[in-house]
T-cell receptor, first 107, second 116 residues
Framework: GENVEQHPSTLSVQEGDSAVIKCTYS??????FPWYKQELGKGPQLIID?????GEKKDQRIAVTLNKTAKHFSLHITETQPEDSAVYFC??????FGAGTRLTVKP | DAGVIQSPRHEVTEMGQEVTLRCKPI?????LFWYRQTMMRGLELLIY????????DSGMPEDRFSAKMPNASFSTLKIQPSEPRDSAVYFC??????????????FGSGTRLTVV
């Protein structure tokens, strides 16, 4: 099966701290790994992505790392702010999404 | 760019009625996806089209669900007859991808369906 597992399901951090969300996938043919942020009442929005020929990608406070050998990838958010509070989803090339992580950033 | 446009935003219907959800993808995107989101099951892929052709409909729950894409700018998801367990938020997304996911998706705002 083409599963994507995501952990943790909930994450609460203090403003300014870092947050890390991890995903594992099973399909070794997957070569594209996006992350989406979903705010209340809205559709998911692409925030960063990585392809299998790259090990890490950064965009300001967010970064994604990929370990193809271990079949896992992670989202890193540094200097978290209250507006980072949302549900975050990972996905793999087969269009299946992880179960989501509800991130709460406490002011 | 108006993004992916879904209609209606909210739909309340009685059990047994037919429901039609509509989606207009971003112009130039050649892949279109329908997802269902519930608290229990998360984001489930129902079906996706590439160049208007259904590629993977393995996520369609049962024969009561059907989807069409008559042209590059329009798709429908139909439920007939509807049941209370179909209550969910249904999202449409489009992508310029040639495969299931080679590029990121742009999601619509969703249709919140309530079947009573």
């Amino acid at each position: 099966g083409e599963n994507v597992e995501q952990h943790p399901s909930t994450l609460s951090v203090q403003e300014g701290d870092s947050a890390v969300i991890k995903c594992t996938y099973s399909d070794s043919a997957s070569n594209y790994f996006p992350w989406y942020k979903q705010e209340l009442g809205k559709g998911p929005q692409l925030i960063i992505d990585i392809r299998s020929n790259v090990g890490e990608k950064k965009d300001q406070r967010i970064a994604v790392t990929l370990n193809k050998t271990a079949k896992h990838f992670s989202l890193h958010i540094t200097e978290t702010q209250p507006e980072d509070s949302a549900v975050y989803f990972c996905a793999a090339s087969n269009a299946r999404f992880g179960a989501g992580t509800r991130l709460t950033v406490k002011p | 760019d108006a993004g992916v446009i879904q209609s209606p935003r909210h739909e309340v219907t009685e059990m047994g009625q037919e429901v039609t959800l509509r989606c207009k993808p971003i112009s130039g995107h050649n892949s279109l996806f329908w997802y269902r989101q519930t608290m229990m099951r998360g984001l489930e892929l129902l079906i996706y089209f590439n160049n208007n052709v259904p590629i993977d409909d393995s996520g369609m729950p049962e024969d009561r669900f059907s989807a069409k894409m008559p042209n590059a700018s329009f798709s429908t998801l139909k439920i007939q007859p509807s049941e209370p367990r179909d209550s969910a938020v249904y999202f449409c997304a489009s992508s310029r991808s040639g495969g299931a996911m080679d590029y990121g998706y742009t999601f619509g705002s969703g249709t919140r369906l309530t079947v009573v």
